[in-house]
Nanobody, 125 residues
């Protein structure tokens, strides 16, 4: 059974950095497409970044491009989201998500089958 467990959230001041982790288990070596989403209170879930496991492509939303970096530790299927120069508008619950196979519309939450429980990021001004 596929499971996703996020960690690494916390509270930082504007301009600070955080690194989120997501352990992805139960894949049995099959190709998965992975993503980070976030959701602030009263707002829709928003795609942040995505990548196909084991491949070089990376996708980022315009709001985080140049500040966030998504990476993977291939042997352990562990994902990271390095977040630099954080802003108050980055405050949200951050979720790791995955789906078997490739995805063209990586930014759509409804294409992902598996979700983690989320980790809270709070950025104060």
């Amino acid at each position: 059974q596929v499971q996703l467990v996020e960690s690494g959230g916390g509270s930082v001041q504007t301009g600070g950095s955080l690194t989120l982790s997501c352990v992805h288990s139960g894949t049995n070596g099959r190709p998965y497409f992975m993503a980070w989403f976030r959701q602030a209170p009263g707002k829709e879930r928003e795609a942040v970044a995505a990548l196909p496991l084991g491949r070089w492509q990376r996708y980022y939303s315009d709001s985080v491009k140049e500040r966030f970096t998504m990476s993977q530790h291939g042997a352990n299927n562990t994902l990271f989201l390095q977040m630099n120069n954080l802003k108050p508008e980055d405050s949200a619950m951050y979720y790791c998500a995955s789906v078997f196979g490739d995805q063209r519309q990586w930014y759509r939450a409804d294409v992902y089958k598996y979700w983690g429980q989320g980790t809270q990021v709070t950025v104060s001004s």
